[in-house]
C-alpha cells in the first residue's frame, strides 16, 4: 500500500532526508523513530503531498505522490505534528468541511461524522468552540479529521500527543482495531507505544534509515530495552540494516 523510493530532501545546505526508501503493507503499524531533527516529518510531509521531494518518489495505493497528488490524498489519512484546525468552528461543523472536501454528502457525511466522533471519543465537545479544547481533545479532532473517509493509509505523527493516559490507552485500542484493514505509519518519541501498537519499527537519523526490523527481533538483537537500542543506534551506527 505504501512504497518509497529513494526520497530526498534538503533545505538549503541541511540535508532533512537522505536516500530513505521503505514499504508498507496492509495491515503492518510502522514506527517510525529518531531523535528530534532525523527527517521523520519531512519524510511524511512529502508521503502526504505537502512537500515535494528533491528527488524520489512514494507511491499510496499505486497513486504516485508526484504525478498523482490528488490519488494520494483520496486514499489517505494524515495526522500532521501540528494538526491544523479552525479554532473558532466547533468540531461538528469542522468535520462537515472535511466532508464537503472529501466530497461526502447527505446521510454519508452525517453518518461519517457519528462514526468518528464515536471512534475518537470527541461526542461531547461537538458544538464547543475548537480554540476552547485542551490540547488532548485538539489532537483528537485532527484524529477524527485523518479517519473520516475511511482511507486504506494512514500516516500519525505523534498521534497521542498532548492525552492522558486513559486518552492514549483509547487511541491505541481504535489504531489496533483499524490495523488489519489498513497499512499505518506512526511517528513516535514513546516507545511503549511501539512496542504497543507496531509490528515493524524503523530508526532513522541525520536523514537516513539505521535499522528497519521489529520490536522483538531488535531487542533479541542487542540485548536491551528499546530505550537503550534507541539511544545506541541513534548516537553511534551509521546505516546498519538490521
Do not use: W
Not at 113 to 133: D, P, R, W
Amino acid at each position: 500500500m505504501i512504497n518509497v523510493y529513494d526520497l530526498h530532501k534538503s533545505f538549503g545546505s541541511i540535508i532533512a532526508v537522505d536516500g530513505v526508501s521503505f514499504s508498507v503493507k496492509k495491515g503492518e503499524v510502522l514506527g517510525f523513530l529518531g531523535p528530534n531533527g532525523a527527517g521523520k516529518s519531512t519524510t511524511m510531509k512529502m508521503l502526504s503531498c505537502f512537500l515535494e521531494p528533491d528527488s524520489g518518489y512514494a507511491t499510496i495505493n499505486n497513486c504516485s505522490t508526484v504525478t498523482d497528488s490528488i490519488g494520494v490524498r483520496k486514499n489517505l489519512g494524515y495526522l500532521a505534528e501540528n494538526a491544523p484546525s479552525y479554532e473558532e468552528m466547533n468540531p461538528y461543523n469542522f468535520l462537515k468541511f472535511i466532508c464537503n472536501i472529501r466530497n461526502i454528502k447527505g446521510t454519508a457525511c452525517k453518518n461519517a461524522i457519528e462514526k468518528v466522533a464515536h471512534e475518537c471519543a470527541i461526542s461531547n465537545i461537538m458544538y464547543q468552540q475548537i480554540g476552547t479544547l485542551s490540547k488532548g481533545y485538539k489532537r483528537r479532532v485532527g484524529l477524527a479529521q485523518a479517519l473520516i473517509h475511511n482511507p486504506d493509509v494512514l500516516i500519525l505523527d505523534e498521534p497521542t500527543d498532548g492525552l492522558d493516559p486513559n486518552q492514549k490507552f483509547e487511541v491505541r485500542q481504535l489504531i489496533k482495531k483499524l490495523a488489519p484493514q489498513k497499512a499505518i505509519i506512526i511517528s513516535t518519541h514513546i516507545l511503549e507505544e511501539v512496542d504497543s501498537l507496531c509490528s515493524r519499527l524503523i530508526i532513522i537519523a541525520n536523514g537516513k534509515i539505521l535499522v528497519d526490523s521489529t520490536p522483538n527481533q531488535l531487542r533479541k538483537q542487542e540485548q536491551g530495552n528499546l530505550d537503550e537500542i534507541f539511544r545506541k543506534i541513534t548516537t553511534t551506527l551509521q546505516g546498519v540494516n538490521v
